[in-house]
C-alpha cells in the first residue's frame, strides 16, 4: 500500500524554524519527484515546492512566496521528503501536505501537518 | 504566480450536470496540456478526479470529465450524485517548473 506520513508540524513563533518530514512507503521513492502542497485554514490549496530525482540532479523549484526561506530535500536511503522552514511568517500557517505523482499532477496524498505561525 | 480563478459556487440536483471554469493565461492553462482537478471533502485529503486535462485515473467514475479551450478548462459532472458534493480545485503546469491552483469551487447537490 502506497503511504505518505508526514510529522513535524506544530506551533511557532513568527521568524522562528519548523522542519517537516515525509516518511514514504510502498513505491519506488527513488524515481518520484515529491512535492509539498500547503493549504491555509478554510482557503484553496497553495503548491510550495518540489523536487526532482537524484539522477535529475535533485533539482529544486519554489513557489516565489517562500524562495530563500524554505528548502526542499530528499532522502533516497530512508525514502524520507523533508521541508526545512525558515523566518516563518503568520502567512504561513497552513496544513502541509506531502504528495507525489507525474504529468504535473498528484496523485498521492498523507494526511498532512498542521503549523501554526502565531505569537 | 496568479492564482488560476474559479467560481466561488456551483450547484445541481441530483442527476444533473454541473460545469466548473478554470480560467488562467497562455503562460499556464492555454499553454500547456498538464491541467489537473481534484475533489476534497470537508476535512479530508483532496483526490486527483483529471489529469492531463482530460485523462481520469482509474476508480474515478465516468461521470467526470474535463476539458480545455483557450486559457479556460473545464470540469463537467454529469449525473450529479450527492457525494459529489465537495470543493473542487484546478491546478495547471505554470512554465519555468512552477506549478497555480484555483481558488477552488464550493460544489452543493441540492
Known amino acids: 500500500e502506497v503511504q505518505l506520513v508526514e510529522s513535524g508540524g506544530g506551533l511557532v513563533k513568527p521568524g522562528g524554524s519548523l522542519r517537516l518530514s515525509c516518511a514514504t512507503s510502498g513505491f519506488t521513492f527513488t524515481n518520484a519527484w515529491m512535492s509539498w502542497v500547503r493549504q491555509a485554514p478554510g482557503k484553496g490549496l497553495e503548491w510550495v515546492a518540489r523536487?526532482?530525482?537524484?539522477?535529475?540532479?535533485?533539482?529544486?523549484d519554489y513557489t516565489a512566496p517562500v524562495k530563500g526561506r524554505f528548502t526542499i530535500s530528499r532522502d533516497d536511503s530512508e525514502k524520507t521528503l523533508n521541508l526545512q522552514m525558515n523566518s516563518l511568517k503568520t502567512e504561513d500557517t497552513a496544513v502541509y501536505y506531502c504528495?507525489?505523482?507525474?504529468?504535473?499532477?498528484?496523485?498521492?496524498w498523507g494526511q498532512g501537518t498542521l503549523v501554526t505561525v502565531s505569537s | 504566480q496568479s492564482a488560476l480563478t474559479q467560481p466561488p459556487s456551483a450547484s445541481g440536483s441530483p442527476g444533473q450536470s454541473v460545469t466548473i471554469s478554470c480560467t488562467g493565461t497562455?503562460?499556464?492553462?492555454?499553454?500547456?496540456?498538464?491541467v489537473s482537478w481534484y475533489q476534497q471533502h470537508p476535512g479530508k485529503v483532496p483526490k486527483l478526479m483529471i489529469y492531463?486535462?482530460?485523462k481520469r485515473p482509474s476508480g474515478v467514475p465516468d461521470r467526470f470529465s474535463g476539458s480545455k479551450s483557450g486559457n479556460t478548462a473545464s470540469l463537467t459532472v454529469s449525473g450529479l450524485h450527492t457525494e459529489d458534493e465537495a470543493d473542487y480545485y484546478c491546478?495547471?503546469?505554470?512554465?519555468?517548473?512552477?506549478?497555480?491552483f484555483g481558488g477552488g469551487t464550493k460544489l452543493t447537490v441540492l
Open positions: 497562455s503562460s499556464d492553462v492555454g499553454g500547456y496540456n498538464y
Open positions: 492531463e486535462v482530460t
Open positions: 523536487i526532482k530525482t537524484k539522477p535529475e540532479g535533485e533539482t529544486t
Open positions: 504528495t507525489t505523482g507525474y504529468s504535473y499532477a498528484f496523485w498521492i
Open positions: 491546478g495547471s503546469y505554470a512554465g519555468s517548473n512552477n506549478l497555480v
